[in-house]
């Protein structure tokens, strides 16, 4: 499975991705919002910035190995078009950072797209106080002991079961404007999450930012 570490144009992240980590990718990616935000001053030297390019200061200096993928089309945002490009180079899985933060209406955005490619694509963003994805039908969560996690239903989701919890839930409907499972706690190690229809984010609040 070929993974890409990808910045967007959200709040610049505070902590970035270390030298052995970005080992594990195949490639680095940004749009061009977030290369101009931050990711340009940065040590860290993207493969392929990708986008409509209104962002680019046309005056700033690209390193030579990364490439300018061009992509104007207005009808995608460029997450979406990075989403899309990576993925026709084989990328099937994706750490995300800066799609939160900043304008909210950005953020949103950036949830309808992972929504639209969450079945095809493995996809966890990353922020300063938790990293979250949508979870799997039969999802298992390993090395959460004591950290906050939350379940957010971005459709109606039915008969969720999760074990691991203070707060366990039984075959219960979540929806927007109904039952949601906020700052809920695991109390094991692993914890499992089940459910049969719907789409699901879970939160999981990081260890650094528990103090």
């Known amino acids: 499975m070929s993974r890409a570490l990808l910045f967007v144009n959200g709040e610049p992240p505070k ?6 980590d970005l080992a594990n990718y195949q ?6 919002g977030a290369y101009h935000s931050y990711l340009s001053e ?4 993207p493969d392929f910035i990708i986008g409509d390019l209104d962002s680019i200061n046309p005056k700033m200096t690209v390193p030579d190995k990364t490439q300018i993928i061009h992509t104007p089309d207005q009808s995608k945002p460029d997450f979406e078009k990075a989403l899309l490009f990576l993925n026709s180079k084989g990328v099937t899985s994706f750490s995300i950072y800066g799609a939160t933060g900043r304008a909210s209406d950005h953020f949103l955005g950036n949830l309808s797209v992972a929504m639209q490619y969450h079945q095809q694509f493995k996809m966890v963003f990353y922020d300063d106080y938790c990293h979250f994805f949508f979870a799997t039908h039969h999802q ?3 090395h959460v002991k004591h950290h906050i996690i939350s379940l957010m239903p971005l459709s109606t989701v039915t008969h969720l079961t999760i074990s691991g919890f203070k707060y366990p839930i039984d075959n219960q409907t979540l929806s927007l404007g109904g039952f949601t499972s906020l700052r809920n706690k ?6 499992k999450i089940s459910f049969k229809n719907g789409n699901l984010l879970v939160f999981i609040e990081d260890k650094y930012s528990l103090n």
């Open 140 to 142: 298992i969560i390993h």
């Open 27 to 32: 490639y680095i990616a940004c749009t061009d």
């Open 15 to 20: 902590k970035l991705p270390t030298h052995l």
């Open 42 to 45: 940065s040590a860290i030297v």
């Open 186 to 191: 695991a109390i094991d190690d692993t914890v």
